[in-house]
């Protein structure tokens, strides 16, 4: 079936701009993760949504950084006043929960390559 | 410093040569994956562990959780081109803690 899928794959933009990254998780995943990986690093951990909301979001940088899974499927996460130090690859990740008795794996997408000019 | 140091950073082996790769936390795991990136790709998951001493297996590839659950190995015999790529290691704290932390991975080159 298909895997997760994200758009754009590639987003150049302007300092200070506002940008939209978008999400597509496995067909019925219920949990779905947003990371940032930055150049010759790992990807860093930024929020997870279990249904529509958001069980943990301790990993956005700051308040610039918004996301959002208004259907428990799609999420969208949303960049203000876009900085060069955002530059990165914005990974999503889907799980299925079956529920609180067994960790289940993650599954990522191919990456939205974000550049700030 | 790095909560998940992985050694070596590169690695650089001879099509045919088994090689292994290691991951080691500063604190104790309650599940640890190995997963496999391309550039401008995702990460494709390899493996999961979660017991102590647990081993598990995929093809030429196996990764092994040592008993006090902070390193793991990932060891891949008669490696082939179709094995290069970057290899990283994820690791869950605790039990309902939802988000992996990861090391910075190992750039694995194989040459013919």
């Known amino acids: 079936g298909a895997g997760v899928s994200q758009t754009p794959s590639n987003k150049v933009t302007e300092k200070g701009k506002y940008v939209e990254l978008r999400c597509d998780p496995i067909?019925?995943?219920?949990?779905l993760y947003w990371y940032r990986q930055s150049l010759g690093q790992g990807p860093e951990f930024l929020i997870y949504?279990?249904?529509?909301?958001?069980?943990?979001d301790s990993g956005l940088p700051n308040d610039r950084f918004f996301a959002v899974r208004p259907e428990g499927s799609v999420s969208t996460l949303k960049i203000q006043r876009t900085e060069r130090g955002d530059s990165a690859v914005y990974l999503c990740?889907?799980?299925?929960?079956?529920?609180?008795?067994?960790?289940?794996?993650?599954?990522f997408g191919p990456g939205t390559r974000l550049t700030v000019l | 410093s790095q909560e998940l140091e992985q050694s070596p950073q590169s690695l650089i082996v001879q099509e045919g040569k088994n090689l292994t790769i290691n991951c080691t936390s500063s604190?104790?795991?309650?599940?640890l994956y190995w997963y496999k990136q391309k550039y401008g790709e995702g990460l494709i998951f390899l493996m999961m562990l979660q017991k102590g001493g647990e081993e598990k297996s995929h093809e030429k590839i196996t990764a092994k959780l040592d008993e006090k659950k902070q390193q793991s190995s990932l060891h891949i015999t008669a490696s082939q081109p179709s094995h290069a790529g970057i290899y990283l290691c994820?690791?869950?704290?605790?039990?309902?803690?939802?988000?992996?932390?990861f090391g910075t991975g190992t750039r694995l080159t194989i040459i013919p």
């Open positions: 994820g690791a869950v704290r605790y039990f309902g803690n939802e988000k992996l932390t």
């Open positions: 604190k104790t795991l309650y599940g």
């Open positions: 990740a889907s799980s299925f929960r079956a529920g609180r008795t067994s960790q289940d794996t993650q599954y």
């Open positions: 067909s019925g995943h219920t949990a």
């Open positions: 949504f279990q249904g529509t909301g958001a069980a943990d």
